[in-house]
């Protein structure tokens, strides 16, 4: 690195969390964002809870194989149309439009999805519908949310508070799997299921409400000219309103030079971004990412943890939903145990220790649904050795997916932050897609087998991020640039930015002591 940024005085060093201000500001704004990611977990294994449900599979007609696979999947296939539109608009109308969108989509596609089931309408057709319309808002608010947080976060708490952004998914898994524990295990009506899916509009409206006091980040705000607006922000939540403040001042200047020099050298448009080796390597890992969560076999265990549960004899509904209802909270633990390490280890090394336990455990699922199916369906130690090794899968895999989710948008230059994380969403959803679809094929087809498809996918995955990852721990957002250019496109140099921070400080402390001496001579003179 070329600066020792962390050394540099900021209002946050000496004052308690509750005495910053703006530091408590900025934490609302953010919660904001938390409280999408935690609606974005409870809806995303939803639909998983609901296959549970009885009354939702009389209602829906009974859906499975491609059926099924397609209901999963169609959210996907709408996330991807709308990604381009989205990138639009975070990098001309601002990033918050983006979170709105979301809360209109939730909030109209819930509704839509409830009506499926009432007599005289097409059950599955109106449900397909209303996971079309929340598949928009889903990429909007994903797509969006990601950069805010990256550029709206303080750069002492960067890192933290973007590695901690997927704790609010699998926080959303837990309410979710307790409220369709509670609906699905005790209630046999309709509302079984219409009860946990309208909870989602209260969300949404939250969201939507709250989400107009969040100011445009400051970097959005530079690049389109409003360059005092943009250090007001820097000041008030980032320096607690000291306009001195010189880990303010410092991040100002380098955001600026870091801009400018992009601007200059026309980084925004993709003619640029093709033709430079360094972008290409920053959006081959917004691909490689996707391929981290969605092919590493985590989907089949995230969607459809009941059939995995039938296959080996657990087919009992309450027990099915109280199984992933606690899995959901050890998992979030996992996640809060990752966000913590982060600040210690490397977000390579975090992903490349836990890949082979994914491997191990994929043998262990495959061996004992393999030992069910040929034993005449009566071993119940292969059900206790299946649950066993899905809760030990999910507990290294969410362990890595801090540094998952953060990573992609994190490596992005500015100027390339909305069309690199265009890139992650298109692979996302496209992978997404295919893996919602064919599992349920898959696992209907060759069952336990399945397992096997993984296997090699998680062996290449390991060999990719051993070579091309590169580390980004102890880095602020624009000093990334350096690990991949290595200063030479966009070097913030330590001489170009600490000298004028100093000077800003020693021109401060100069005014500072000349307005003393004028103060004593007043006051002297007052007193002769």
Not at 176 to 199: A, D, H, M, N, Q
């Amino acid at each position: 690195m070329t600066t020792d940024w962390q050394s540099i005085p900021n209002a946050c060093d000496h004052l308690k969390w509750y005495e910053n201000k703006g530091k408590l500001k900025l934490n609302f704004f953010l919660s904001i964002v938390a409280i999408g990611m935690l609606l974005n977990g409870y809806d995303g294994s939803l639909i998983s809870g609901l296959q549970a449900s009885d009354a939702w599979q009389a209602d829906l007609g009974y859906p499975n194989g491609v059926k099924l696979g397609l209901l999963n999947a169609c959210g996907s296939f709408s996330g991807v149309a709308v990604g381009p539109i989205i990138t639009w608009i975070d990098d001309n109308l601002g990033r918050r439009w983006g979170i709105r969108f979301y809360g209109v989509t939730i909030l109209a596609g819930s509704i839509i999805g409830c009506i499926a089931g009432v007599s005289g309408a097409n059950g599955y057709a109106l449900f397909c519908v209303g996971r079309v319309i929340i598949g928009f808002g889903l990429t909007s608010f994903l797509m969006t949310s990601l950069v805010v947080v990256q550029e709206i976060s303080h750069p002492r708490s960067r890192s933290t508070v973007a590695h901690s952004w997927n704790s609010w998914y699998i926080l959303g898994l837990f309410i979710e799997g307790w409220v369709v524990f509670g609906c699905v295990g005790y209630l046999t009506s309709s509302w079984s299921w219409r009860i946990p899916y309208i909870i989602q509009v209260v969300f949404a409206l939250y969201i939507l409400i709250a989400v107009q006091f969040v100011p445009e980040t400051p970097r959005w705000l530079f690049a389109h000219g409003k360059e005092e607006e943009a250090f007001d922000f820097m000041v008030e939540y980032h320096g607690n309103g000291n306009r001195e403040d010189p880990l303010v001042l410092f991040e100002f200047e380098e955001m600026k030079a870091a801009i400018l020099k992009e601007k200059e050298a026309k980084g925004e448009k993709w003619s640029t971004i093709l033709k430079n080796r360094s972008n290409l390597h920053r959006l081959g890992l917004a691909c490689l990412m996707p391929c981290l969560f969605n092919m590493s076999g985590a989907s089949i265990l995230y969607t459809y943890y009941t059939i995995v549960f039938d296959q080996v004899g657990i087919t009992n509904p309450t027990t099915q939903t109280g199984i992933a209802a606690g899995l959901n909270g050890f998992t979030w633990i996992c996640q809060i145990a990752a966000v913590y390490t982060g600040r210690f280890v490397g977000r390579r090394k975090i992903v490349l220790w836990t890949w082979p336990f994914l491997l191990l455990c994929l043998v262990g699922l495959c061996a004992s649904g393999g030992v069910y199916a040929n034993t005449g369906e009566t071993n119940t130690h292969a059900g206790i050795a299946t649950v066993s090794l899905v809760w030990i899968f999910q507990g290294f895999f969410n362990f890595a997916c801090p540094v998952i989710y953060s990573y992609a948008s994190e490596i992005q230059t500015f100027s390339m932050r909305s069309k690199g994380m265009l890139v992650w969403n298109t692979v996302y959803q496209l992978q997404g897609a295919y893996v919602s679809w064919v599992d349920a094929i898959a696992l209907e087809a060759i069952g336990y087998k399945y397992y096997i498809v993984y296997m090699p996918l998680v062996i290449i995955e390991f060999v990719l991020v051993y070579f091309f990852m590169v580390e980004t721990k102890g880095y602020t957002l624009e000093e990334i640039a350096l690990a991949f250019d290595g200063g030479s496109k966009i070097s913030l140099a330590q001489s170009d930015i600490l000298p004028s921070v100093e000077h800003a400080q020693r021109t401060a402390s100069q005014e500072e002591e000349r307005s003393r001496d004028v103060d004593y001579k007043s006051a002297a003179a007052e007193r002769k």
